[in-house]
């Protein structure tokens, strides 16, 4: 299915936002099944299976927080009246995972090998922080959004639709 179903009957962001994130989640067990197994995989088949994680991250993750960056802040933002303010820190967490994201890669593509105690790390670091952000945006974000007009939901289910990597299934 595609990210932000804009077409839903009645538009409710939260609920979209939801089903995205449990879109996401169980590929965070991927992570960290792979960090367990880190040291037992031979190289051809850990590099494989980096390359699969890497690419649900530039292609799950980083579209994911690029159009809560573009579109959700902005609305939550102005929702607390506190311009910047409210959503800094979720900003961070998105910049945090971006960089954990390009380590990651470098661990994979290391000349002498891969990097296997950095790629353990890394994948158990992503792991923790993305159900973390995901449950604060859950529990703190999503009650919000009720207080939205039916005009402003379908708006910003539109606009986290319009962001490039927006609809990325």
């Given at each position: 299915g595609?990210?932000?179903p804009a077409?839903e009957?009645?538009?409710?962001?939260?609920?979209?936002?939801?089903a995205?994130?449990a879109?996401?989640l169980?590929h965070?067990?991927?992570?960290r099944?792979?960090?367990?197994?880190?040291d037992?995989?031979?190289?051809?088949?850990l590099?494989s299976?980096?390359?699969e994680?890497?690419?649900?991250?530039?292609e799950g993750?980083?579209?994911?927080?690029?159009?809560e960056?573009?579109?959700?802040?902005p609305e939550?933002?102005?929702l607390?009246?506190a311009?910047?303010?409210?959503t800094a820190t979720m900003?961070?967490?998105?910049q945090e995972i971006?960089?954990?994201?390009?380590?990651?890669?470098?661990?994979?593509?290391?000349?002498?090998?891969v990097?296997?105690e950095?790629?353990?790390?890394?994948l158990?670091?992503l792991?923790?922080?993305?159900?973390?952000h995901?449950?604060?945006?859950t529990?703190?974000?999503?009650p919000?959004?009720?207080?939205?007009?039916?005009?402003e939901a379908?708006a910003l289910?539109e606009?986290?639709?319009?962001v490039?990597g927006?609809h990325h299934?």
């Open positions: 595609a990210a932000w077409s009957a009645a538009a409710d962001p939260g609920a979209a936002i939801d995205e994130h879109e996401l169980p965070l067990d991927h992570l099944q792979l960090a367990a197994r880190v037992e995989i031979d190289e051809p088949t590099r299976a980096l390359d994680i890497l690419g649900f991250l530039r993750i980083l579209p994911h927080a690029a159009a960056e573009q579109a959700l802040y939550v933002d102005s607390l009246r311009a910047g303010g409210a900003s961070m967490d998105h971006g960089r954990l994201v390009a380590e990651l890669a470098a661990a994979q593509a290391r000349a002498g090998g990097d296997r950095g790629a353990r790390r890394l158990y670091s792991e923790a922080i993305l159900r973390l995901f449950s604060k945006e529990e703190v974000y999503l919000l959004l009720q207080r939205l007009s039916g005009r379908a289910l606009a986290l639709g319009a490039p927006g299934h």
